[in-house]
């Protein structure tokens, strides 16, 4: 009797602690990591910066100095032509004695037409060069003036020889006016003495004038550059 006693309390404590929350029935509280959202970000493209070789360079017809004391001089590029070819004539070419020492090109008369290579076109340059000084000045040469475009360098083709006249072209080739007739030489003081005739390049025919320069080392002390467009 004492021992069913027993038990009975002891089933009562039991259950007495059970609701008492010994055993907890609350649910536990669980902490939140708070969600961190990424700002949008938006990203700006640098601009290509263009690269001018000559950011100073003369217009076609301005004027650049050279010389010192009683030898000086003044040059411009004043005018460009562009052709995909052109016809030409020569008193000297054309004679049957030049032409037999030509062979295997045959007697040839009138006009010859002169093509560049594929893809490539002839661009004219307009050159003149004044004594302004009270010397004979010597003048830069044909070779000293170049053509640089998009990074390349390019030499002028000279004509076959001074009497050559080309078809619907005024004037002769610049080097053939210094000195009158000398592919080095001087110019005399005036402006009725000045040098001035065409240079012909072959140069690619994409070729963009804003893009493209004349430079020329005028002496030894002095280099003009000037921009087609």
């Not at 089933?11 to 509280?29: A, D, H, M, R, Y």
């Not at 000559?54 to 017809?61: I, Q, S």
């Not at 000086?72 to 032509?81: D, I, L, M, N, P």
């Amino acid at each position: 009797m004492k021992f069913m006693y027993t038990i009975a309390v002891v089933g009562v404590l039991f259950v007495v602690l059970f609701f008492s929350g010994c055993t907890s029935t609350t649910p536990s509280v669980q902490t939140q990591t708070p969600v961190t959202t990424a700002a949008a970000v938006t990203l700006t493209p640098t601009p290509t910066l263009t690269t001018v070789p000559f950011p100073n360079a003369l217009a076609l017809n301005e004027y650049a100095t050279f010389g010192s004391g009683n030898e000086q001089g003044k040059a411009t590029v004043y005018k460009f032509e562009v052709k995909s070819d052109y016809n030409w004539t020569s008193p000297t070419w054309n004679s049957p004695g030049q032409q037999a020492a030509s062979q295997p090109l045959g007697l040839q008369r009138g006009y010859n037409t002169e093509k560049p290579q594929a893809g490539n076109i002839f661009l004219f340059l307009y050159v003149r060069v004044t004594n302004t000084g009270t010397n004979a000045v010597y003048a830069p040469s044909a070779k000293q003036f170049v053509v640089s475009s998009n990074g390349e360098v390019y030499n002028y083709s000279s004509v076959r020889s001074s009497d050559v006249t080309i078809d619907q072209v005024t004037g002769t080739q610049y080097d053939y006016q210094i000195g009158r007739g000398g592919m080095v030489g001087y110019v005399q003081p005036g402006e009725s003495n000045a040098a001035d005739g065409y240079l012909i390049y072959e140069i690619p025919a994409s070729f963009m004038p804003a893009t493209t320069y004349v430079v020329s080392n005028l002496d030894y002390q002095t280099k003009a550059v000037w921009k087609l467009g």
